[in-house]
C-alpha cells in the first residue's frame, strides 16, 4: 500500500533539509518550517544553489522542536542559532554575511515560506523515483540523489515517476493521510541536482544522461504534453484549500482520488 515514506523540511533556503516525523500544512499551502527563513543579497535575490556553490561548503541541522538552527563549517567551526528570536536572527545574519563574505539579509516568512513557486505548494516523488535515477548513474547511491532533488514529500511502494500522473489537465489528484492534492506542474532541474551535496562538485555529463534516460524511461501513464523536456523530477502539488492546518505524517496512506 502506498505511503508517505518521508518528509523533509529545508529551513534556510539553499542549505541542508532536515527528516521530520510531521509536519502541518500551512494556510499559504507549504510545509511548517520549509524554507521558512533565506538569505537575500542587496539587489534582493536569494542566495542558494543556483547562485553559488559555496552553499555545499556547509553542514547544517535543525531542530524543530527547539528552533535550534546549528551551521558547521568546513574547517569544523560550529554555530547555532534560535532563528524563531529576532536577535538570534540578526547574529546568525551577521554570520552569514561573514562567511560568504557579501551584505546579505536573512529574511523570515512564516506563513509560506520562501518556496521557489510560492503559489504551488510543496514538492513530491517517489523513492522509486530516486531509485531509478540513481540507478542511472554509476556513482550515485539513492541517499545522494534524494540530498539533490531536494523533495518534501516522498511516497514509497509505487512505481518510479508515479507522480508523473498528476500533472496534466485531465490527471486525478492523490490523497495523503487527511491532506488531498492536486498536481500542478512537475519540477524542471538547475545546476544543482548535477553537484555533489558534500563538496558541490558537478558530475560531468549529469544532464545529458539524465535527459536521455528519463526519455527513455517515460511512464506510460503519464501525459508528455504536459512536459516542456525531459530534464524533469519531481512535481509541485497544492494542498485543498479546506485541508490546510491539517497535519501530514510518515506513514500516513496515500491513494490517488478523483477529487
Sequence with gaps: MARLDRLRVYPVKGLDGVEVDAADVLAG?????????ALF???????????????????????????AFAVETPAGETEEFVLSEKRERERAEAWFCDFFDR???LERDAERGYVDRREMGLSVLSSGTLAEIASWFDDLGVGSVRRRLRANVEVADVPAFWEDRFVSADAPGFRVGDVRFEGLDPC??????????????????????????????FPAWADEDAFDHFYIAMILARPFDA??????????AVAVTDE
Excluded: W, Y
Design 29 to 37: 499551502g507549504t510545509l511548517e518550517h520549509d524554507r521558512e527563513f
Design 41 to 67: 543579497d542587496a539587489d534582493g535575490d536569494v542566495l542558494n544553489g543556483k547562485r553559488t556553490d559555496r552553499v555545499h561548503d556547509l553542514s547544517t541541522d535543525f531542530d524543530p522542536d527547539s528552533g
Design 103 to 105: 551584505d546579505l539579509t
Design 188 to 217: 524542471g532541474r538547475c545546476v544543482v541536482p548535477a553537484r555533489d551535496p558534500d563538496t558541490g562538485e558537478e558530475l560531468s555529463g549529469f544532464r545529458e544522461r539524465f535527459i536521455r534516460q528519463r526519455e527513455a524511461t
Design 243 to 252: 485541508d490546510r492546518g491539517r497535519r501530514l505524517r510518515v506513514g500516513d
